[in-house]
């Protein structure tokens, strides 16, 4: 069974910046748009940025636009963001995935990202 494995998160201060990484350890999501995505306590998790299949095209949140980057290595199996400019309001766990419901396993741990103010 695919599993993710999400790491790289920890306590940094605004304006700090953060590298997050997301394991496969599967090939099946070399093929696939995947996604980092972020909850807090009481809220639905939302997407915050997607990179496709070939690594080409991504998409950005408002929220985090011009901020985050999305990255994907192929030989490592490995999706990245790299979040600067960190705000309080980025605090969350984060979690990466496919993008289609169809197509996602079960979601991991996730790693927790807080930025003090």
């Known amino acids: 069974q695919v599993q993710l494995v999400e790491s790289g998160g920890g306590l940094v201060q605004t304006g700090g910046s953060l590298r997050l990484s997301c394991a496969a350890s599967g090939s099946i999501f070399r093929g696939l748009l995947m996604a980092w995505y972020r909850q807090t306590p009481g809220n639905q998790r939302e997407l915050v940025a997607s990179i496709s299949a070939g690594g080409s095209f991504t998409n950005y949140a408002d929220s985090v636009k011009g901020r985050f980057i999305i990255s994907r290595d192929y030989a490592k199996n490995t999706v990245y963001l790299q979040m600067n400019s960190l705000k309080p309001e980025d605090t969350a766990v984060y979690y990466c995935?496919?993008?289609?419901?169809?197509?996602?396993?079960?979601w991991g741990q996730g790693t927790r990202v807080t930025v003090s103010s």
């Open positions: 995935n496919a993008v289609s419901p169809s197509q996602r396993a079960d």
